[in-house]
């Protein structure tokens, strides 16, 4: 079965530069979260989209700023990194808001 | 607010030793879902059950079994004769609206041979 596909897997950046991470959810799934995961941490839910508009706001640094596309993938745009950024950043999506969550891979975020 | 505690930080258990990993939480809404995820060495996280408040069955899955009980705010995993593979940080979580989850600092299960 199709999963969710998150790209790119590892990704390396220098601190002050930017970033985008790409998120595509399993097929007919309209809603979107992103989390951020940091060494030995639990997942931190960061914002979330339905029907490509925002539907929720967690811990979400402003200067991040994600959005779904009429295809229904995300993207999460992250400016001016810091080292504390590097993290693990999960997609997950849902065939609606009252059904399951189901993760990607994640992408690993190193900053330096 | 919201919260989710789970009290063991490591278990280490011996193959075929069963083990329950515990958690509470805590919220002042009624209606409420609570879900039980698997993180392998690998990374990705693993869907497991998805509860909601108003079903206090308790669900068998093969080896696995969730114990929920609104009573003590508790919705506790049972592995029964475990295995190597389930080797793994097991997160609770949370949610009001199945949108913001709250996750459990995380167990981390080691089974050894």
């Known amino acids: 079965a199709a999963g969710v596909i998150q790209s790119p897997r590892h990704l390396i950046k220098e601190k002050r530069e930017t970033a985008t991470l790409k998120c595509y959810p399993i097929?007919?799934?309209?809603?979107v979260y992103w989390y951020q995961q940091g060494p030995g941490q639990d997942p931190q839910f960061l914002i979330s989209f339905y029907e490509k508009m925002q539907s929720d706001k967690g811990s979400i640094p402003d200067r991040f700023s994600a959005q779904q596309f009429s295809d229904y993938h995300s993207e999460l745009n992250m400016s001016s990194l810091e080292l504390g950024d590097s993290a693990l950043y999960f997609c997950a999506s849902s065939l609606d808001r009252d059904h399951e969550q189901y993760f990607g891979p994640g992408t690993r975020l190193t900053v330096t | 607010a919201q919260k989710v505690t789970q009290a063991q930080t490591e278990i280490s258990v011996v193959e075929k030793e069963d083990v329950t990993l515990d958690c509470v939480y805590e919220t002042r809404d009624t209606t409420y879902y609570l879900f039980w995820y698997k993180q392998p060495p690998s990374g990705e996280l693993v869907f497991l059950i998805r509860r909601n408040s108003f079903d206090e069955q308790n669900e068998i899955s093969g080896r696995y079994s969730w114990n929920f009980q609104k009573s003590t705010s508790s919705f506790n995993f049972t592995i029964t004769a475990s295995q190597v593979v389930d080797s793994a940080v097991y997160f609770c979580a949370l949610s009001d609206n199945n949108n913001d989850m709250r996750f459990g600092a995380g167990t981390r299960l080691t089974v050894k041979p």
């Open positions: 097929p007919r799934h309209d809603t």
